[in-house]
């Protein structure tokens, strides 16, 4: 898992920069020839997915080394490290768009913003339509993994997208006598990118805190302890996550009058079923509790 793990990561990271790399700059352009700021400021935030990119493939490639002496558990939360990492990067962008925004809308000189010509109109569409379809195939090859950087680096796509919208709306509204909804286009980025950071720092946080599986994937590995011989009960289930894998303890309830040999068999198929079952789960602990 681990080898197709990377390899699945590091294909899709690299479609993203260069997408994102021919998009930013056609972006970038159009938005000076047309006199958008809205595209720049777009143009802006899909440069800033190929810097985030980047922290994400480093991420996963460090997440991915092999336990050590030092970290007997392996480097798995190196993958979250990036994605609060990544947030951060497009919280700063965010900000940094919003305050240019703020300024030019509170100095009532709207006679002087230009209107953006149609060039923009169509870099807008354009960069609607890839990086929405940049959004799903990072997101399905995410899912295929179980990598949050990588979920984190596809909604990083779907804010572009968004915020592509904002500025598509903005471009509109210029052109039809209202030059400052340009501007106001801007500072709607600001808070689509805003969001989007504050979803991946939180999904970052509670793969760093061990926060527990959903009730599904909990139901699902329950379901798989009790199907196997000789399980009467599951007494406990405890989950964590940690980075993109899955950590286990479990407990079951086995025949009291069965030898110490019988109830290891059974611990060891509840072991073998769920790591064999469930690829995301990583290790876990089977304790064989006697019935009464």
Not at 217 to 235: I, Y
Request: some cysteine; hydrophobic content about 50%.
């Amino acid at each position: 898992m681990e080898n197709n793990f990377e390899k699945v990561a590091m294909k899709v990271s690299y479609v993203s920069i260069v997408a994102n790399v021919i998009l930013s700059l056609l972006k970038l352009i159009a938005g000076i020839i047309a006199y958008s700021g809205a595209m720049i400021s777009d143009a802006i935030h899909s440069a800033s997915d190929v810097f985030s990119t980047i922290i994400v493939m480093v991420g996963i490639h460090m997440s991915n080394k092999e336990s050590d002496k030092e970290h007997p558990y392996g480097h798995e939360r190196m993958e979250c490290v990036a994605a609060i990492i990544l947030s951060t990067v497009l919280a700063i962008t965010g900000l940094g768009i919003g305050y240019t925004a703020v300024v030019k809308i509170f100095s009532g000189n709207y006679s002087d913003l230009v209107v953006p010509g149609r060039l923009a109109l169509g870099a807008a569409v354009l960069s609607i339509a890839v990086k929405e379809a940049m959004f799903w195939y990072t997101k399905v090859n995410a899912d295929r993994i179980h990598s949050g950087a990588l979920m984190a680096d596809a909604w990083h796509h779907r804010s572009d997208a968004l915020s592509s919208v904002g500025a598509l709306i903005g471009i509109v509204g210029a052109r039809l006598g209202f030059p400052v909804m340009d501007t106001v286009a801007s500072l709607v980025i600001c808070f689509f990118i805003g969001k989007a950071a504050y979803d991946i720092f939180k999904d970052a946080v509670d793969k760093m805190v061990d926060k527990a599986c959903d009730e599904q994937v909990e139901q699902g590995l329950r379901r798989c302890a009790l199907a196997q011989e000789g399980v009467l009960s599951v007494d406990l289930l405890r989950t964590r996550v940690f980075g993109n894998r899955i950590y286990v303890d479990i407990e079951i309830t086995a025949d009291g009058n069965e030898t110490l040999r019988e109830a290891h068999c059974i611990a060891e198929q509840v072991h073998d079923s769920i790591e064999r079952d469930f690829e995301e789960v990583k290790h876990i602990m089977v304790h064989v509790n006697p019935s009464e």
